[in-house]
């Protein structure tokens, strides 16, 4: 069948069941073409609480789905690709954070989990945050507990750089911004040296220090459009690029490939297509499930989070 055939059963079908189709700025270009909203964690949460749909289909990473949920227990959430994962995600598994927790009770930690971390992380932590609300929402934790950061050491590092807190950080890491190196940016610099060079705070310190700008995926769109600069090197998931390109056409947007890296795809994000969605759509499956005692503990720090960022 041929994409605009797929679109148009899409849409029919979504009107028929009331759907609302999320996607994530990393998402295959067709398909945040045809999202009813794109957007980065955040943004995505946000409307994710605001919906009237009876559906949400969420075009993402397994993390991201079950967060929808959490923040909407009695709607269907649909993720058309069940092993859409995150390595960032299985970098922290629950029952590791769990033991560590139990091995240091003494410590009495604040636990600040980054929102790509599964349900039994979130019912775990005292509040999520998202690379865009990070420093914002830690800025404002109560300063007579020690801070547990998880499960990403390069944001957690950008974070306490950021604001001078000393804080405890779990060792995990998306396995694509690990990938980018100073080498590689040097080498981008040398072929465009009036590109400004925007990079996302999961990616290393040496990377980061080689940066004009830091910020999360959405922030990236605003900042690209205000600079006086005409064009920029994206250090993130190549799949924000279709966006950037769409929103601010009268720039150039310069991805991450070079002789030294080619890897600045995520296969987990890419893993949902077109035809994945329209049979989501069709059959209300794969739906995600989860346990109502797990969302319960899930939704109280993920509320603080949305709290805290306004």
């Known amino acids: ?18 759907a609302i189709i999320l996607a994530h700025s990393y998402q295959r270009p067709e398909i945040q073409d045809l999202a009813d909203f794109v957007g980065d964690s955040l943004a995505l949460a946000y409307k994710a609480q605001e919906t009237t749909s009876d559906v949400i289909v969420f075009c993402g990473v397994h993390f991201m789905a079950e967060t929808a949920k959490i923040l909407n227990p009695q709607k269907r959430v649909l993720l058309p690709d069940l092993e859409a994962g995150c390595s960032l995600e299985a970098s922290c598994p629950a029952e590791s954070l769990a033991q560590f927790l139990e091995a240091h009770q003494d410590k009495n930690y604040y636990v600040v989990a980054y929102i790509n971390c599964s349900i039994g992380v979130k ?5 999520i945050v998202t690379s865009g609300n990070a420093a914002k929402v830690v800025a404002q934790l109560p300063s007579d507990r020690p801070i547990l950061f998880v499960p990403d050491h390069n944001l957690g590092n950008w974070v306490q750089e950021q604001l001078g807190r000393s804080m405890e950080i779990w060792n995990g890491a998306c396995h694509v911004h690990m990938e980018f190196t100073a080498h ?15 990079c996302h705070p999961e990616c290393p310190k ?17 900042y690209c459009r205000e600079s006086s600069k005409k ?24 991805g991450t490939t070079t002789a030294q890296c080619t ?26 499930e989860l346990p109502e005692e797990l969302l319960q503990k899930a939704a109280a720090p993920l509320r603080r989070m949305l709290e805290l960022s306004k």
């Open 1 to 18: 069948m041929s994409d605009s055939a797929l679109i148009e059963e899409i849409l029919q079908l979504k009107h028929q069941h009331n």
């Open 123 to 127: 019912a775990q932590a005292d509040v």
């Open 184 to 198: 590689q940016i040097l080498e981008l610099k040398d072929r465009y040296p009036d590109a400004e060079i925007v």
């Open 206 to 222: 040496e990377v980061r220090d080689l940066s004009h700008h830091i910020c999360s995926t959405e922030k990236m769109i605003a």
């Open 231 to 254: 064009t920029f090197i994206i250090v993130t998931e190549s799949g924000i690029l279709h966006r950037l390109r769409q929103l601010v056409p009268d720039k150039e947007f310069i």
């Open 263 to 288: 890897c600045s795809e995520c296969g987990y994000m890419k893993m949902n297509t077109l035809e994945k969605l329209r049979n989501a759509l069709k059959n209300l499956e794969p739906s995600i």
